[in-house]
């Protein structure tokens, strides 16, 4: 299923860190050193295509200097800062990694560069956890809620050898 929804092979997921409504991986964890050794900040990865695509259309509707304009409330400030440290405590309980060590992803704690990752960490996390993650969604056309796969349950086809057993492994929270 990850396999369909990225067009490309799975690298380093440690599992899936949220779903859609009808059962469909929307975010995978992966872990924050891939097996040919390359550092990978983006613990929580977005791969739902009607996400995606929701979060790529707020990027091109140029979205994002709104969203980050919000930051200059004080209490969003320090949510945001709460949620970047959140981040890095979830994807430390994979692994310390010295070249991204601090950094999280999406631009926090002071900037807004990336409504995939930020709402990829808001659905992995969950509501009030990071309030431009969050925002995101909100104005977005796509929600983890109505499913919108053309197929519920079967979207993307329905997981056959190493997808299945993937999702088994990813499911089970074991390194994939």
């Known amino acids: ?5 990225l067009g490309r092979p799975v690298r380093g997921a ?3 860190a949220a779903r859609c409504v009808c059962g469909n991986p929307t975010v995978v964890a992966t872990a924050p050193r891939l097996d040919d050794g390359s550092p990978f900040p983006t613990f929580y990865y977005l791969t739902h295509p009607g996400a995606t695509a ?7 509707e140029h979205v994002m200097p709104e969203l980050a304009a919000q930051l200059d409330d004080p209490d969003v400030a320090a949510a ?5 440290q959140a981040y890095l405590s979830d994807r430390a309980g994979f692994g310390e990694v010295d070249e991204i ?3 999280s992803a999406g631009g926090m704690p002071t900037r807004v560069k990336c409504l995939h990752a930020l709402a990829g960490h808001a659905l992995a996390a969950g509501p009030g956890v990071n309030p431009i993650g969050d925002a ?10 109505r499913c919108v796969c053309a197929d519920p349950g079967a979207a993307l086809g329905a997981p056959t050898g190493g997808d299945a057993v993937l999702d088994a492994v990813l499911d089970a929270g074991q390194p994939g």
């Open 80 to 84: 945001y800062l709460r949620a970047h």
């Open 101 to 103: 060590a601090g950094v």
């Open 54 to 60: 929701a979060m790529s259309r707020l990027e091109a």
């Open 1 to 5: 299923m990850l396999r369909a929804q």
């Open 14 to 16: 440690v599992g899936i």
């Open 136 to 145: 995101a969604l909100a104005r977005g056309d796509w929600s983890p809620e």
